[in-house]
């Protein structure tokens, strides 16, 4: 069993930067892939990004990238999603996951854990 903690959120005008955490405690996060999605009000949980359990591979979703960044810390057990010049269509509860396997890091259903979220919002 891994339990995920989120942190990091908060308000941000647009063009802004925010930095999430997610800590991980339980078994070892690094023999985990980890993902970042997120999910605003009546929609769908979207993916953002991954990156597999030794950090060498890493995956965005078109609408973030050049602008997020994932990046982890096995030795602390930490992963992180730097994200920079926010856009108001940011705006969603971000979630954090993990999973053991290493199929399509971009499905929901590819994760077994999942973080309880953290609000980000984005003002215009």
């Known amino acids: 069993q891994v339990q995920l903690v989120e942190s990091g959120g908060g308000l941000v005008q647009a063009g802004g930067s925010l930095r999430l955490s997610c800590a991980a405690s339980?078994?070892?996060?690094?023999?985990?892939?980890m993902g970042w999605f997120r999910q605003a009000p009546g929609k769908e949980r979207d993916f953002v990004a991954a990156?597999?359990?030794?950090?060498?591979?890493?995956y965005y979703a078109d609408s973030v990238k050049g602008r997020f960044a994932i990046s982890r810390d096995n030795a602390k057990n930490t992963g992180w999603l730097q994200m920079n010049s926010l856009k108001p269509e940011d705006t969603a509860v971000y979630y954090c996951?993990?999973?053991?396997?290493?199929?399509?890091?971009?499905?929901?259903?590819?994760?077994?854990?999942w973080g309880q979220g953290t609000q980000v919002t984005v003002s215009s």
């Open positions: 339980g078994r070892t996060f690094s023999g985990y892939h």
């Open positions: 996951a993990a999973t053991p396997r290493y199929r399509d890091l971009s499905r929901t259903s590819e994760y077994d854990y």
């Open positions: 990156i597999t359990w030794g950090g060498g591979s890493t």
